[in-house]
């Protein structure tokens, strides 16, 4: 028996959480598998085992169902920690990143999407309203509290502190791929909340 209830689109037929459940497992499995251009709505209903009408009745195009799913699991894996320090919050902020990008199908999609979407200029603002704006607003987050607390001078430059947050994980494990020691984040750390101005 299905533990969730099933879901009504308005106006239209009750969706089985169980049969979105295998049409994401399958649309993620899919891309990892082809990338982004040779995705198809066949193929993930397919792997789902269902018929293409499932797909449909969820998402309308190849697109619309690859920002929902991307922006849902990937805002979702970090979110904006309230530890109440600068340090403690980098800390798990970048713990959370880390994690959702050493995952083996993240791993596998990330490189890809950005590819995808440096073609495919709908795609990109798709993806950049969906995924980029949420995740950042969160990152924000913690360089402000950091203000309000009085760890950071009011004056300091949030969006280039954005960039310091987040772009060294990125680069080292999605674009270099490159190994991490030991005490690779706490070194991290204390090198942003330097540059922060900590």
């Given at each position: ?22 049409l ?8 990892a598998?082809v ?6 709505i ?7 085992g ?11 195009s190849?697109?619309a ?10 805002v979702a ?8 320090s ?25 490189p890809?999407?950005?590819a ?11 993806l950049?309203?969906?995924v ?27 969006e ?36 922060l101005?900590?």
């Open positions: 028996m299905n533990a969730f209830p099933a879901r009504r689109v308005s106006g239209g037929p009750v969706l089985q959480d169980d049969v979105t459940d295998a994401t497992a399958a649309f993620f499995d899919e891309l598998a990338g982004y251009g040779r995705l198809s066949e193929a993930v209903a397919k792997r789902a269902t018929g293409k009408a499932a797909v449909y009745r969820r998402w309308p190849k697109q169902m690859t920002v929902a799913l991307v922006s849902r699991f990937a894996a970090t979110g904006a920690p309230g530890t109440g600068l340090r403690g919050d980098v800390t798990q902020y970048l713990r959370e990143v880390m994690a959702a990008l050493r995952h083996p199908l993240v791993s596998r999609i990330a890809d999407l950005v995808e979407a440096a073609r495919n200029e709908e795609l990109s603002q798709a950049l309203t969906a980029r704006d949420p995740r950042r607003e969160n990152a924000e987050l913690v360089i402000r509290r950091a203000i309000e607390r009085g760890e950071l001078p009011a004056d300091t430059d949030v280039l502190g954005l960039d310091f947050l987040v772009g060294p994980v990125y680069w080292r494990l999605v674009m270099t791929r490159a190994a991490t020691e030991e005490d690779y984040l706490e070194r991290l750390v204390t090198k942003i909340v330097s540059a101005g900590a």
